[in-house]
């Protein structure tokens, strides 16, 4: 197997499209009014309020037909209902939202036993304080199949072919 810490120069690409894309959304006015939108509509804590609306409002679709974009380009026009997206549109969108809300973020690359990258997605948790300085991370997956945050690893989801993961930076 390979070391799947050592990228291919096609995911680094990848994680530097979503990285920009995330420091976008997080400059746009839409998306802190999505946020709040979600928050109104749901009050379990934020990644499972994430998990349920990325799920509800965006069409999976395993090889989005674009790049990458930002948190308002992806849930769309409210009037026309929401976006497609692909397991990178999903974690791009939950890491923004989730760094919206206040929470820590990262990605979560699960590679095959060859060690290729087959799936990303988002690990947040709450910043640390005196009463919890540890905080567990928590996995926010709303591809199909995936479990919701707290429930299980996408690395459990059978099909997946996901053997193990590696985090890297938002």
Not at 44 to 66: C, F
Not at 105 to 134: C, I, K, N, S
Not at 140 to 154: H, L, Q, Y
């Amino acid at each position: 197997m390979r070391d799947p810490t050592n990228l291919r120069p096609a995911i680094r690409r990848l994680l530097r499209v979503m990285r920009s894309q995330v420091r976008k959304s997080l400059t746009q006015k839409q998306t802190h009014i999505i946020l709040r939108s979600i928050l109104a509509q749901d009050s379990r804590a934020l990644p499972a309020a994430l998990w349920s609306s990325l799920r509800s409002r965006v069409r999976y679709h395993r090889e989005s037909p674009h790049v990458v974009g930002t948190v308002s380009g992806l849930y769309g026009d409210p009037c026309k209902g929401g976006g497609v997206g692909d397991c990178n549109d999903y974690a791009m969108a939950s890491a923004a939202l989730g760094l919206a809300g206040r929470y820590e973020a990262r990605w979560a690359l699960g590679f095959d036993q060859d060690g290729d990258v087959v799936h990303v997605w988002t690990q947040l948790r709450p910043y640390p304080t005196p009463m919890d300085p540890d905080p567990e991370w928590i996995d926010v997956d709303p591809t199909p199949g995936a479990p919701p945050p707290g429930m299980g690893s996408p690395v459990d989801v059978p099909g997946a072919h996901v053997v193990g993961y590696f985090t890297t930076t938002v």
